[in-house]
């Protein structure tokens, strides 16, 4: 018995069924997103940015996009910002602030909060080396020293 072009034909037919849009697209398990193509950070221009953003990285209780001071209960949503060219850095901003994206990404889930303070916390789908809840640096201190463990400390 020979095997002719006729039964590769039909398994190669069959392996196409199984995956039907799979050429040109490698099926990586690289997490948990499906050819969802994370939003860019955004840019920092201005020395009022830059000292928005490191304010409320540090003590929290301010959007760190535009400055305003956010009530103890208000809910933040951790964005990405571009600090300097090279690596993304995370800090909390307003509702008023957060892009429509990140607003959908987030609508449909309950926030975290925050282990310092307890604010609510809105975080992306896709997580950034995260085990915390933590909206500033400030909380983390508070947090860690709830915990009394000053080796957890961070610079
Ligand atoms: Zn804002
Ligand atoms: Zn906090």
């Known amino acids: 018995m020979v095997r002719g072009p006729d039964e590769r034909g039909a398994v190669r ?10 050429p ?6 690289t997490g948990s997103r499906e050819g969802e193509v994370p939003a860019a950070p955004r840019g920092v221009t201005t020395d009022e940015q830059r ?14 996009a535009c400055g305003r001071p956010l009530a103890a209960d208000e809910p933040v949503y ?3 910002f571009m600090l300097t060219r090279m690596v993304p850095v995370e800090a909390p901003i ?13 609508g449909g889930r309950d926030p975290e909060r925050c282990a310092g303070c307890c604010r609510p916390i809105y975080y992306r789908a896709v997580r950034w080396n995260r ?12 947090y860690v020293a ?5 080796m957890a400390r961070e610079g």
Do not use: D, N
Request: charged share 25%; aromatic share 4%; glycine share 10%.
């Open 146 to 150: 709830a915990r009394q463990a000053p």
């Open 94 to 106: 307003g509702a008023e602030c957060a892009s429509s994206g990140l607003l959908a990404e987030t």
């Open 78 to 80: 951790v964005e990405r």
């Open 131 to 142: 085990r915390l809840a933590l909206c500033s640096r400030r909380c983390r201190y508070r």
């Open 24 to 29: 040109g697209r490698a099926h990586r398990g």
């Open 13 to 22: 037919a069959a392996a196409l069924r199984l995956s039907p849009r799979a």
């Open 51 to 64: 000292a928005w953003l490191s304010a409320a990285r540090r003590c929290g209780g301010r959007c760190a």
